[in-house]
């Protein structure tokens, strides 16, 4: 009789700080801070300096080491059933 009184006891304790806790939790996630919603930013494309939009970076680059990402996974793609192959 104790031991299941002391089980119910142990368990409205544990209800009661998991309440405390996730109130606590909510009261300071409403208080949590976020940017302004005016824009503040300048007009205008971000990407290159005083040009329209059109092609960023190295596009000849991009697309080699696309080629090349795919001719390393063939290559590793066979390798890897050669040597796992069944012997037989």
């Known amino acids: 009789m104790a031991a299941a009184a002391s089980a119910a006891a142990t368990t409205a304790i544990a209800a009661l700080w998991g309440t405390a806790a996730t109130a606590i ?7 949590a801070l976020a940017a302004s919603p005016s824009p503040g930013a300048p007009v205008g494309d971000p ?11 190295d596009p000849a680059f991009a697309l080699l080491a696309v080629i090349g990402i795919g001719v390393a996974s063939v290559v590793a793609t066979l390798a890897y059933v050669r040597v796992t192959g069944r012997k037989g």
């Open 47 to 57: 990407r290159s300096s005083g040009q329209g939009p059109g092609l960023v970076g």
């Open 25 to 31: 939790w909510l009261v300071s996630a409403m208080s």
